[in-house]
Structure formats: C-alpha cells, structure tokens
C-alpha cells in the first residue's frame, strides 16, 4: 500500500477528471480567487508603503531627524548644545533655527505663513531643502538682506515672483507713542522651493537666522537645534541617549515620529483596515473551497463506504479530504505570492505601460505632488499574506473533511 495512503488518495483525487464539471470548476475559481486575493493584497500593501515612505522622506526634507528644544521656546546657549549634540557617533548634523508664525502681504494678497530663520551652511547638513530650490539661488538669505524664500505654492497663492518685494507681519508688537502697533518688514523674494509636502509648499518662508532674531526680539538665541543622523529610524533611540545625558535632559528632545504622529497614526489604521478588507477575497474563495468538498463529499459517498469496508478509518477519511483543499489553497496562495511580489516589483513598468495603452495618467502630475505610484515590498507583509491564506485554506477543509468521515459504509451502498 502507498504511504502515507491518506496523501496519495487525496492526491489522486485532486488530479483526477470528475464527473461532475461543476465541481471542477468551483475548485478552479476557489484556486484563482485566492490567487487574486494574495496578488492583491500584496500589491496594495505594497503601494501603501511606497506612498508612506515617500511622503515619510519629503517630510523628513523640512522637519529633520530630531529637535532639541527648551520649554519656553527659547535656546539660550544654542551653540553649546550643537556641540553637545555632534558628540553623539550616530549625529551627522546640526543646525539651529527660530521658528516664529506670521502674515505675507503681496499686492493685497494675505497669506498665514510659517517662518524659519536658518544659517544656510548648517541647514544644508540637515535638510534638503537647498536642493529643492525651483527659481534663484539657496545662499540668497544672507544677515541683514532681509531676503526671503518662499514655498512654490505659497508664491503662487499671493502672486509673487523672485525679486518682488513682500511685507511680513509678525506677531510681536513695537509700543509708539500712537500706540502698539505690529511689527512689520519688507522682504525680498530671492527664491522659490518646492518639497513636495502640502504643508511647506503653500505655508513656509526661509529667512536667515540674524534676520529672525531681530525681528522676534531674539538676538543670541534660538527656538532650537536640528538634527541629523545616519539612520533615520535610529532617531528614537538617539533620542532617548541625549535625553539621558546630564547636560540635555532639561530640554525638550522629539524625533521625527512625534511630529505629524496623527499622520503616521491614520496610515497604520488605514494599512489595517485595507489588510482586513482585501483579505475578503481571500475569505470568500476558502468558502468556495468548502463548497467544492462538500460536493465532492457527496460525490464521492460509495468510494468513502469503500475504503472504509477495506479498513480505512474515520481519521484517515478525514485526511484524504482535506489534503484535497489544502492543495487547492496551497497552489492559490503559490500562485498569488508569485503574482503579487512580480506586481509589486515591477510596478514601475507595468504603470506607464496601461497609462500609454489607455491614454491617461492614473496620478495627474498637474494635479498631485507624486505623479508615479510608488511601490516599497515588505517581506514581513509576504510572509504574513502566506501564513494566513494558508491557515485559510486549511481551516475551509475541516467541516467537509470530519461530514466525510462520519459517512455510514451501509447506508452510503445500500443503493449501490
């Protein structure tokens, strides 16, 4: 007898013409629906961590790996803890900025605009901002030029251009003899950047840091120092080793994560609700795989009373039949990893090429900051895909596998 007998069995079973086309043809769409539930999921997944981590590293060009920052919003000894900072091994950079909040006015035009005073040198160590530029020239910002940068969309929302003249308005007051009055500075547009963040394009301004400190009445101070490491996900734990060192754990230390956390926190909830959502498809083809044995349970009830009047037992019944689904969910999910990871990986060529055959732009670039959708395969997702449209599959055999089992030799043949 061939060993083990309740695989061989199954085996044959699975290769075997049948009788009944129906059932064939459940077993095959139970096989292609699980393939396509895989490919899906793996493809989606793998699309929504494309998008994540591109738009992760476009926030990383304005926002840098980590901030050290006093309570009171203001670094007295900035310099100082730059050079506590560059001590760290992990530390590539460092650069002090003040941030202040402010209104431009262009030709009529208002617009609430976020200012970061910056030394250009140093913010180019943590930020890319220097290689975003789309008009002029990033070392324009010089101390006492009151010259400043503006983000594409915000230069484009009040109608200025490079070399026009634009007025900030701050919220620190000057007291007059006519009163409090705010305080107010022309400016001179000598560039425009583009990061490809919504938040910057459409609300930042870059000056120098000297200007900064004038005109928010902060001179010989900072609002904080940036950082840069090697690894951005090593920004946590650098975080928690200057935080514990003596000299810094009186200031406010953030990594990246803890900025736009909402952001990061909807793209986890969203990745999970989509994961359960396609994972569906691959629900509904295990249940096809019920439906298929459960067919061809009935459909096989004589050869059940058979094997069992040879001596096979109720246990080895039971394998037969769920070997059966268990190459059905095996050869889907085989087939939907190849599919998906071959998708994912070549997304890049696939895209464009149902973009010309069609004619259209799935991301209009005159319309979205990522015109390309962007693909970043994780094996951690692959794996876990796998395990459970396996588990699925399996699991569908039980309930048809144990009703054959307990299938009565004398009652199955008695009208044999």
């Known amino acids: 007898m061939y060993k083990p007998f309740a695989l061989f069995v199954g085996l044959r079973y699975t290769r075997a013409k049948r009788r009944n086309h129906f059932i064939s043809f459940i077993s095959l769409s139970s096989m292609l629906g699980i393939a396509l539930g895989v490919t899906a999921l793996i493809t989606v997944l793998s699309v929504m961590n494309g998008f994540e981590k591109e738009v992760r590293e476009r926030m990383l060009d304005t926002i840098s790996h980590l901030t050290i920052s006093?309570?009171?919003?203001?670094?007295?000894?900035?310099?100082?803890?730059?050079?506590?900072?560059?001590?760290?091994?992990?530390?590539?950079?460092?650069?002090?900025?003040?941030?202040?909040?402010?209104?431009?006015?262009?030709?009529?035009?208002?617009?609430?605009?976020?200012?970061?005073?910056?030394?250009?040198?140093?913010?180019?160590?943590?930020?890319?901002?220097?290689?975003?530029?789309?008009?002029?020239?990033?070392?324009?910002?010089?101390?006492?030029?009151?010259?400043?940068?503006?983000?594409?969309?915000?230069?484009?929302?009040?109608?200025?251009?490079?070399?026009?003249?634009?007025?900030?308005?701050?919220?620190?007051?000057?007291?007059?003899?006519?009163?409090?009055?705010?305080?107010?500075?022309?400016?001179?547009?000598?560039?425009?950047?583009?990061?490809?963040?919504?938040?910057?394009?459409?609300?930042?301004?870059?000056?120098?840091?000297?200007?900064?400190?004038?005109?928010?009445?902060?001179?010989?101070?900072?609002?904080?120092?940036?950082?840069?490491?090697?690894?951005?996900?090593?920004?946590?734990?650098?975080?928690?080793?200057?935080?514990?060192?003596?000299?810094?754990?009186?200031?406010?230390?953030?990594?990246?994560?803890?900025?736009?956390?909402?952001?990061?926190?909807?793209?986890?909830?969203?990745?999970?609700?989509?994961?359960?959502?396609?994972?569906?498809?691959?629900?509904?083809a295990a249940f096809n795989i019920v439906s298929t044995l459960v067919m061809v349970v009935t459909d096989k009830e004589s050869d059940i009373a058979i094997l069992r009047t040879l001596g096979a037992s109720p246990r080895t019944i039971m394998h037969i039949f769920m070997v059966q689904g268990t190459v059905i969910g095996t050869v889907g999910t085989l087939l939907g990893t190849l599919g998906g990871v071959g998708l994912a990986l070549n997304l890049d060529t696939v895209v464009p090429f149902i973009e010309r055959l069609f004619g259209f732009h799935i991301l209009d670039p005159s319309v979205y900051y990522i015109s390309a959708i962007p693909s970043d395969l994780h094996w951690s997702d692959v794996w876990t895909i796998c395990i459970i449209s396996f588990l699925l599959g399996v699991g569908s055999t039980i309930y048809p596998a144990r009703r054959a089992s307990q299938t009565q030799p004398a009652q199955a043949l008695r009208y044999e």
């Open 70 to 284: 006093d309570f009171d919003g203001r670094v007295r000894d900035w310099k100082k803890v730059m050079g506590l900072a560059n001590k760290h091994p992990k530390v590539v950079g460092t650069a002090p900025y003040i941030k202040a909040e402010g209104m431009l006015i262009y030709l009529g035009n208002v617009r609430g605009t976020l200012i970061r005073g910056v030394i250009p040198g140093d913010e180019k160590k943590v930020s890319k901002i220097a290689d975003r530029m789309v008009e002029g020239k990033w070392d324009s910002i010089k101390p006492r030029s009151f010259n400043i940068l503006l983000g594409y969309d915000l230069a484009r929302l009040i109608g200025a251009s490079v070399g026009d003249k634009v007025t900030l308005v701050t919220p620190s007051v000057n007291v007059t003899p006519a009163g409090v009055a705010p305080r107010m500075k022309r400016f001179t547009v000598t560039g425009i950047f583009q990061v490809g963040h919504n938040i910057y394009d459409t609300s930042m301004g870059i000056i120098h840091m000297e200007d900064a400190a004038r005109l928010m009445k902060m001179k010989g101070q900072a609002s904080g120092v940036r950082i840069q490491v090697e690894d951005l996900f090593e920004a946590p734990f650098v975080r928690q080793q200057l935080q514990a060192t003596d000299e810094l754990n009186s200031y406010w230390v953030r990594d990246w994560s803890s900025y736009h956390v909402n952001w990061f926190r909807a793209v986890k909830i969203e990745k999970r609700m989509i994961f359960l959502l396609l994972l569906l498809i691959i629900a509904v």
